[in-house]
């Protein structure tokens, strides 16, 4: 990701269409992570996250399960 402008960014298998999420960019592990929001199968506490786990440059959508999880909301 450029510091100078948004530019697209490569991504294998993406994330579960929806909408009014929370987004935050992590940069100390240069990933991003998506919590929540409401799609097809209503409001979720899921959280995903985009990042390149094999530092290989190919980014990848992956569920992230965490102990405690923030209630599900939009």
Do not use: C
């Amino acid at each position: 990701m450029s510091k100078a402008r948004w530019e697209a960014s490569p991504s294998a298998g993406p994330a579960p269409a929806r909408h009014s999420y929370g987004l935050a960019y992590d940069r100390a592990r240069d990933a991003i992570v998506l919590f929540g929001g409401a799609g097809a199968a209503g409001v979720s506490q899921e959280t995903w996250e985009l990042s390149d786990p094999d530092h290989d440059g190919t980014k990848t959508w992956g569920r992230v399960t965490l102990p405690q999880s923030p209630s599900a909301r939009k």
